[in-house]
């Protein structure tokens, strides 16, 4: 690009000397987490990903964003751990497929790209994209100062995974009598913000963020922008145990379990079975929020839904200590497909 095409894309508010550095950022953290798979470096047109040591490969794929968790970010001016967001939902995501993670996209688009702040915000994905073994391979970085204020950025990540095609996880095996194990969620994970602005009046309040509260330990804003859990390396071992994964996230239970189940069967759920984390209380009490409600919108302390057989419950329990068996797939005999309890 010539001097003349710089100075016409800074006229219309767009710095491509700032997108030439964000780029240059993106490529070290990039490269950070390459392994022998990966063909090609950043920057070409697409990045390319050679797949070996399979029998009968199946490519699971995913796409998904961080949502108005943005928003918090933002208003505590803290970047490095929304990428972390973003990476293990969509782990999660193809997880739940019992997909292993293969490599990652992202798509950056702020109102005025700030080079530090990519790349705090890409330090979080390559983190996360390390401590599983995923690629990531390329991306795009926008400049969109009509779409976006100044200070207000999108973040969308892309993940495919690979799954040998006897080892899907399809949850057409599940049968009534099988036992739903919860994993427990890191917080409010990825879901929910809009709702927690409201009732918190973050946007009119942003200082609240900064309010510590006993029952948490630490300020809203350190609780709010908790990075959301990847099951994947303690998950990956036991699959062979595992019938279905629900990964728990907008909707909550009644929004995901009914994805897994196949037709004619419904999840009971004992609500009981674990104890919900103070934020979730603190979001009803100060909302005043129905708790039918909490429960069709957040996670309420539970990420990851686990079904699996009576005979492998004991098994999967004493693997994975931190779960808790939280009901059981019944005879479903209405149209309602998730009965909590």
Not at 77 to 89: A, E, M, P, Q, S
Request: hydrophobic share 40%; charged share 25%; proline share 5%.
């Amino acid at each position: 690009m010539n001097s003349a095409d710089r100075e016409a894309y800074a006229r219309a508010g767009v710095d491509v000397k700032a997108a030439d550095k964000a780029k240059e950022l993106i490529k070290r953290l990039a490269r950070s987490t390459s392994k022998p798979e990966v063909l090609t470096d950043i920057g070409l047109f697409g990045g390319m990903f050679q797949l070996k040591g399979y029998t009968e490969p199946v490519l699971v794929s995913s796409v998904d964003g961080v949502g108005t968790k943005l928003k918090i970010a933002s208003l505590v001016d803290k970047h490095d751990t929304i990428g972390i967001d973003l990476v293990n939902h969509c782990v999660n995501d193809v997880l739940t497929c019992g997909a292993s993670p293969l490599f990652f996209l992202d798509y950056i688009a702020m109102g005025k790209l700030l080079p530090e702040r990519v790349e705090s915000i890409v330090s979080g994905i390559a983190r996360a994209c390390k401590s599983v073994g995923c690629a990531l391979i390329g991306g795009e970085t926008a400049e969109m100062p009509e779409i976006y204020q100044a200070d207000d950025y999108d973040l969308v990540g892309f993940i495919v995974g690979v799954v040998e095609k006897a080892n899907i996880l399809s949850g057409n095996s599940i049968a009534s009598g099988d036992i739903l194990l919860g994993l427990p969620s890191s917080g409010l994970h990825t879901n929910g913000y809009s709702l927690v602005r409201k009732v918190f009046e973050l946007d009119r309040v942003p200082s609240s963020l900064q309010i510590f509260y006993p029952e948490l330990k630490r300020t809203l804003g350190d609780e709010l922008l908790e990075p959301h859990r990847c099951y994947y390396s303690e998950l990956k071992p036991v699959l062979p145990m595992v019938k279905g994964l629900a990964h728990i996230t907008g909707g909550g239970f009644e929004g995901n379990i009914p994805r897994i189940l196949p037709q004619g069967l419904a999840a009971q759920i004992n609500k009981d079975a674990w104890q919900v984390p103070p934020i979730f209380r603190l979001i009803q009490e100060r909302g005043k929020v129905k708790e039918a409600e909490m429960y069709q919108v957040f996670n309420m302390g539970i990420g990851m839904v686990v079904i699996c057989s009576p005979k492998h419950v004991s098994e999967l329990t004493t693997t994975l200590p931190e779960t808790k068996k939280i009901g059981k797939v019944i005879e479903a005999t209405g149209p309602k497909r998730v009965i909590i309890i």
